[in-house]
């Protein structure tokens, strides 16, 4: 402990900027559910909130069915533009996301408030089982897991919960992606 302090008091008179390290933010991707604003600037009858459909398909006046999963706003403005060219040369097209509705994740087991969570910015497990409300007296943090589909597969990622909110272990703090369920199960009476 005494060595920690004497470390802090260094960094802070050599006056050394203490950082935390975070991850490197992705691009924000379109999925499935996500509410689309586009507009094409002086055409009347061209500005339109879509809903991506469960296979990734959006439809648009002039351009038909176009499929934006993965896409960034800006990619599908990009497309938009190229497929309206015939039409309208020089088109200026906005596209923006009106509601990240496809971003989910759900918390089920022992919260507060077990369910759906929307995630509009980058949310790590601790944080989403903060906003379901918390741990209930009879959950189980040693056994916490994340649950992420691979392909045709599950995979189980364990949530070191107790060392995550005492400081230790910060890294395994998982930063969730759509689709994530969190399950916080009921402890053993024995």
């Given amino acids: 402990m005494k060595k920690a302090l004497i470390l802090v008091a260094l960094a802070l008179s050599l006056s050394v900027p203490v950082q935390p390290v975070m991850a490197a933010e992705l691009p924000f991707t379109i999925i499935a559910g996500d509410v689309l604003q586009i507009t094409v600037w002086k055409e009347e009858g061209m500005d339109r909130e879509v809903v991506v459909l469960p296979n990734g398909d959006i ?16 990619d599908v403005q990009d497309v938009i533009k190229d497929k309206l060219k015939n039409y309208i ?13 496809g971003h989910t994740v759900n918390v089920v ?82």
Avoid: C
Wanted: no cysteine; hydrophobic share 40%; aromatic share 4%.
């Fill in 59 to 74: 439809t648009f006046p002039l351009v038909g069915t176009v499929n934006v999963q993965g896409f960034t706003p800006e």
């Fill in 89 to 101: 040369p020089d088109a200026s097209v906005a596209v923006s996301v009106k509601a990240a509705l």
């Fill in 109 to 190: 087991g022992q919260v507060g408030r077990p369910g759906e969570i929307i995630i509009n910015r980058r949310m790590t497990t601790l944080q989403a089982l903060s906003q379901a409300g918390g741990l209930t007296p009879f959950a189980d943090e040693d056994d916490i897991i994340v649950i992420r589909r691979r392909g045709n597969q599950n995979i189980s990622i364990p949530v070191p919960y107790g060392d995550i909110v005492s400081g230790h272990k910060l890294d395994r703090d998982i930063t969730l992606e759509p689709g994530d369920v969190i399950v916080v199960p009921t402890a053993s009476l024995f």
